[in-house]
Structures are given as C-alpha cells and as structure tokens.
C-alpha cells in the first residue's frame, strides 16, 4: 500500500490540481497517518514546484506565436471550399458549366470503377471507423512502438493476425508508431499505424477472412473510397489486408508500384526476405495496371493471383 | 472549451506549453518550434473533426508526441516499466540546488533524462495534464506512466545533482607566474 501511495503521491501535481482525484485522494488520507511518508510528500511537493516554476521560465521564441497564426490561415484556405475562394467570381457562365460536366464526367466514371465498392463492406467500414476513432484520439493505441520486429512479436502474443509477405515493402520506408487490436465479428482485426509525411497517416489492417464473404481476391489490389478514406485491398492467404487513410488513391498506389521494381530487381538474386523477415518474399510479380502481387500458395509455392506458378 | 473558441486563443493557451514539451523532448529551440507549428498545422486542418472539443488540449499534447516520434525518433524502443521495480525512495531535492537553477538548466537537464522517462516527466513539470491525461497522450498504462514519472524523478535528480558537484569541481586554476620559483 505504501509502495503505491508513493507512486501516487509523486504524480500529483504541486498547483493542488490533482487533489480531487479519488486515487489521490486515498493517498493523502493514508500518508496523513503516516508522519514519515507524509513529511516526504511535502518533500516532494516541495521539489516539483520549484521545478515546474523553472519550465514556467523558458519562453518560446519571438515570432513563434505568429509563425503558427500565419501557417494556419494558409492551412483554412488550402482546406477551405472552393466555392470561398475569390477565384470563384472570375469563372464566367461558360466556363463554370464546362467545369461542372467534367466533373459529373469524372464522377460516372470514377461510380462505375468503383462500383459495389463506394460504400464498403462490413469489415471494411468497421476498420476504417476503428481508424477514424484512432485519429480523432477517441481510441488509443495499444502499443505505441516504432519497431517492426516488436510490433509483429506483440501481436503474435495477442494473437492478433500477422501481416505477411505481400504486405508492401514501400511500407516499411514509411515511420510506424504503434499497433492496435480490436475484434470484428469475434475475430481479431490488426491495425498498424504508418506515417506518410507531414500530418498524412496510413493505416494496415489485417484480418482473418473466415468472416468474410466477398473477401478481395488473393494478391490483386482493390481500391475503392470508405467513409472519405481511400483503401486498397488484397487477400493474402487466409489474411484479408486493407491499407487506408485520409490520402489519394495515387499515393496508396505508389506504396504497391516501390514493391514491384523492389521485386523485378530481386530476380535472379538472392532471396530477398520479405519486410516482416518471415521468410523470403515471392520474388517475381505479374506488372499490370493493377499491380498484380504474386503470394505464396497453400502448398508453399510462389504464384500469381491468377495462380501461375512462379518457382 | 467551447466549440466556437477561436484558433488564437487556443494557440495563446497551449503554445508556449507545447514548445516546453518539444523542447524537452527533442533538446533543439528550431525541433521544438518545428513540433509545435507543425502541430498547430495539424489542428487547423484536422481540428474540427474531434467530436469532443474538450479533449482539445490533450490531442494537441498527443500530436505533437506523435509528430515527435515519427518525425525524430523513427527507431525509438518504449520498455515497459513493472511497477515494483520503480518504487523508490526518491528524496528531494536539496533547496540550495533548487534556487541555483534556472529554466534552460532544467530544459538541459531533461533532455539527458532517459528518453523513456523524459515524455511524462517534462508532461508533468509543465503541469498542464494530470497522469491520468499524460497516460492518453503517450497511450501506456496510469501504471506505468506513475512508474515512469518515479523513475525518471530519481534520474532528474541525479543529473541535478551530479552537474551541480561537477560545477563545484571545475575550479581552473591560474597558472603560474613566469619567473616565479
């Protein structure tokens, strides 16, 4: 009890802010009967706020304040409507209508490209929220590390599913800040966090496909939009994988184009281990526009989504 | 806060806090001032979409984190601290070291802390988020954010210490007069 009432004592902040919290609360009314304890949390309090009254010193410097202000509107005008912007008023008629059917255009083309896909599938929807809630710091992340071996070794104990080799190796470039588990449908769903660059997130998920039903085909990317999130999606086995994010279908397609000139350079060399370091990555992809990605098979073998045998 | 509260203000609230976490934690003014625009970037394009406005303060505190970690500390290895391992005596400091110190001394001091203990260490000292707010931003456990605010203390004041003995020693003395026997 001492032990934990020392703990508590020492993360309790010398300004008295802290002195409603119930724990802290318990603590003090243990360490009032105990003179020895209680004469060293005044020790304590004692330390903590000189110190903090030293950090209170250092002052940011001059111009940061404005540097910040002004980095922000240009932040509000890039996201805001366009229909805001002044540029706006200079469209004459002709011009504007001309946009507005090139965009309809766009958007028949981009519906019928994406077709059955817009709106998600169960898991897919449910990743991504699980995703939204992750940026919007609703949820946390179970285990924040920027190891790759760690974070395949924690969710091998949660024994949440494991990435493996089709996994792009473009995502291994990319800095990775932790992993979470959650379930959908009783099975355990993995997502990883990636950064993409400056304040652009990437997430892997990874589930079991027992669930599910229209589970993408085996290695053959599939992008569709979720809730405003771009996903690309692949099976791996008896692995559904999805990689998503608030980016544009381009930059997730640049993550699988780096993982196909990795692997045309990787022929007729040694075995590359793939990034997950489980065992060598298949080493020959099938280029199309879709970036076809060869797996291994069930019986161990390398192969194409199309099941063409590579070794 | 209210959910119509300005940019400024919020900037004006947190700004100077924040740069006191990135400066701790990256030890550099231009890292620090980098971590904290970049932050307030952040906010100004993803901001509105946190449902709970009061949480406001803590998610400016996690992103700058995040911000740090990926951006500086890519290879960074969080140990997890057992409680009983953490439990220390931890006396205090003595008040003559206190008074001979000053804010840039202790910002120099915590950037040698453990990098592990510095993040909840400096979360504290600014004393702008509970332990139990410094567990969600740096998303690990109370438990170990009170084992790692015991442990990283013990350390803080052994560096206090230990460049305060070190000061004392580095008596240069003259040399000796040419011609003098």
Redesign the interface.
Known sequence: ME?KT???L??????G??DR?ADIVEALAYARENPTLAE?AR??Q???A???A????????QG??D???A??KV??RR?GSWFERRAFGNFRMGEMLAAVAILLLIGVALVSQYAGYDKGHGWQAAAVAEVEKI????A???H????MP?IRAWLAAQAAPVPGETTPAALAKL????CSKRRWQGQPMTIVCF?LG??KDVYLIALSNVNIADAPPQGVPQYSTVDGYTTVSWSEGSLTMMITGKVTKAELAKLFQAQARLELRGVGQMPRLSWWGRRPACPLVALGQAGHLSHYDRRGACSTSLGTPLV | MNPDQPFQLLVDLHYAALYRFGLSLSGKVEAASDLVQQTFYLWAEKGHQLRDRTKAKSWLFTTLYREYLSTYRRNMKFPQVELDDAIGELPSIASEVLDELDGATVVATLAQVDEVFRGPLTLFYIEELSYREIAEVLQVPIGTVMSRLSRGKEQLRDLLIESRSGASEKVIAFPPKKGAA
């Open positions: 032990n020392r703990l508590l020492s993360a309790r902040r010398s300004g802010q802290d919290d060293w020790g304590q004692r330390t903590d000189a110190l903090a030293k950090l209170r010193q250092v002052q940011p410097p940061l304040r540097t910040i202000l980095g922000a932040s509000r996201s940026e919007h710091g609703e946390t992340i179970d924040q590390v920027a190891d760690d800095g990775i800040y932790g950064k400056p304040g």
